[in-house]
């Protein structure tokens, strides 16, 4: 019997051709009155495989044989294929697809843990460069509201201050605007002593603790600036202190301290919709400012 395919010798019992591999069915056994010589099978085989260095494992080849990895038939040692079972051999069996399928699997695995390691030595060097930024700022005094030019001044008993800064805050809600602009070459520094609730404020004069003691307000104006403050609700009298070096609130200015007092109530009020203030414009001359009147320095409140 011959391979339908490539016209091959079969060994007897052989189901698949040991050099082409086509399966041929078993030819059926004859019973009387059935006729033989019909085809085995109806299906094509597939044509034009060269099977001239393919080496045929038949039952006259006798020597050097070894065990099918499949079925387990003796067949010569340098077959690729089984002639009983069609199985090829190991050395050329077609790699595992399951294997090939799971090394890929790995590999990806490998690649999303290599990703994310990267990730994470991405994120400690940028964390290690935001503390070590922070460690190395050293953190800068804040200043009050509406401050600015730190005036300082060295010597012993002398005291440094900033251009709108409070030297005394009051107990009390800060609502009403104060702008103070000194156009000379002397530094002023404003007391404000509270008389009293203005009579015709919508609102009241409201206290920001329990118990409130300090009722007046101090501040520092530095030669040539100008600052805005907020004010309680209140009528007061507003005395100035000027000079050019600031010695803290007893000294003053020194011996150059030149003191007055405004020669109206200033009153800080408010109505439904506004809270109302003043601008106050000061000058090294007193003619300039000829709202104010002079008094001494032992007069001077605070």
């Not at 006729?35 to 050097?64: H, N, R, W």
């Not at 060295?154 to 005394?168: A, I, R």
């Amino acid at each position: 019997m011959t391979c339908k395919n490539c016209g091959k010798e079969l060994p007897r019992g052989a189901r698949f051709c040991p050099c082409c591999g086509t399966e041929h069915e078993q030819p059926p056994v004859l019973t009387q009155g059935e006729p033989a010589g019909s085809p085995l099978s109806e299906e094509p085989a597939e044509s034009g495989k060269d099977c001239g260095s393919v080496p045929v494992s038949t039952p006259e080849m006798e020597d050097d044989k070894k065990d099918c990895v499949k079925c387990g038939e003796d067949i010569p040692e340098d077959s690729v294929l089984c002639s009983y079972c069609g199985s090829w051999q190991e050395k050329d069996a077609p790699q595992d697809m399951e294997g090939l399928q799971k090394k890929t699997v790995d590999r990806r695995a490998f690649i999303a843990m290599a990703v994310i390691a990267v990730l994470l030595v991405v994120a400690l060097i940028l964390v290690s460069g935001i503390l070590s930024s922070r460690g190395d700022k050293s953190e800068a005094p804040r200043l009050l509201p509406d401050t600015e030019n730190p005036a300082d001044v060295p010597g012993d008993g002398l005291q440094t201050v900033s251009n709108g800064q409070s030297l005394l805050e009051p107990d009390y809600e800060l609502m009403c605007p104060l702008e103070i602009e000194v156009q000379g070459e002397r530094s002023y520094y404003l007391y404000l002593e509270y008389i009293g609730e203005p009579e015709d404020s919508y609102d009241s004069r409201q206290a920001l603790v329990s118990s409130p003691e300090v009722e007046d307000m101090a501040f520092y104006v530095e030669a040539g600036n100008s600052a805005e403050v907020y004010v309680p609700i209140g009528d007061y009298f507003v005395y100035y202190a000027s000079g050019y070096i600031w010695q803290g609130t007893e000294a003053l200015f020194g011996e150059e301290t030149e003191c007055s007092v405004d020669k109206y109530t200033l009153s800080f009020y408010t109505d439904e919709e506004s809270a109302y203030g003043y601008t106050l414009e000061l000058w090294d001359d007193a003619e300039d400012n000829p709202d104010m009147e002079s008094i001494s320095p032992q007069d001077f409140p605070g």
